[in-house]
T-cell receptor, first 113, second 115 residues
Framework: ELKVEQNPLFLSMQEGKNYTIYCNYS?????LYWYRQDPGKSLESLFV?????AVKQEGRLMASLDTKARLSTLHITAAVHDLSATYFC?????????????FGQGTILTVHP | GAGVSQTPSNKVTEKGKYVELRCDPI?????LYWYRQSLGQGPEFLIY????????DSGLPNDRFFAVRPEGSVSTLKIQRTERGDSAVYLC?????????????FGPGTRLTVL
């Protein structure tokens, strides 16, 4: 059974600082997604990572994937208040479980002055 | 263009009642997914449709849960004999199929409360 673990689960950051969220998963997969969720809202797609060594960047967020280590990271650069949200990584089961995403517990990010 | 839509946005029902939740996917998306999200948790997979057929229903918790997609577009999630433990936000997502194209786009969800 595929398991996905994120850490930290809670992250309080000062504006302007950098930090990294980690996503570990238990079985081989070639598709990993990062989503953002604001309170009371649905999930917004941020990144899709499809191969070992893949790196995607959008604004102050950068995501990477190491399929050998079964690890993805979401790096936040010079945080701003607007980045406050819950961030989820999700891994596609692949093969006969293609399309079935298993989500991590989520990381609640709070950026304060 | 229009995103995934779900109705109703909120549903309050009594234990033992039957409910139907509707999902309208993004036009042209052949794949449709249902998840449910409990407070403070990540979404949990329920079922995946490719076209009209259920490609994977391994996440449906028991036989009280059933979903259909008769024409390959709109889908309905049906819950019989609701229990308090069914209370959650039910999320629908849709996607194209194929490497690099299959990002799942989520709707706003239906918040189900079973009293």
């Amino acid at each position: 059974e595929l398991k996905v673990e994120q850490n930290p689960l809670f992250l309080s950051m000062q504006e302007g600082k950098n930090y990294t969220i980690y996503c570990n998963y238990s079985t081989t997969s070639d598709r990993l997604y990062w989503y953002r969720q604001d309170p009371g809202k649905s999930l917004e797609s941020l990144f899709v990572l499809l191969s070992n060594g893949a790196v995607k960047q959008e604004g102050r967020l950068m995501a990477s994937l190491d399929t050998k280590a079964r690890l993805s990271t979401l790096h936040i650069t010079a945080a701003v208040h607007d980045l406050s949200a819950t961030y989820f990584c999700a891994v596609d089961g692949g093969g006969t479980s293609y399309g079935k995403l298993t989500f991590g517990q989520g990381t609640i990010l709070t950026v304060h002055p | 263009g229009a995103g995934v839509s779900q109705t109703p946005s909120n549903k309050v029902t009594e234990k033992g009642k039957y409910v139907e939740l509707r999902c309208d996917p993004i036009s042209g998306h052949t794949a449709l997914y249902w998840y449910r999200q409990s407070l403070g948790q990540g979404p949990e997979f329920l079922i995946y449709f490719q076209g009209t057929g259920a490609a994977d229903d391994s996440g449906l918790p028991n036989d009280r849960f059933f979903a259909v997609r008769p024409e390959g577009s709109v889908s309905t999630l049906k819950i019989q004999r609701t229990e308090r433990g069914d209370s959650a936000v039910y999320l629908c997502a849709s996607s194209l199929v194929g490497a690099g194209l299959d990002t799942q786009y989520f709707g706003p969800g239906t918040r189900l409360t079973v009293l």
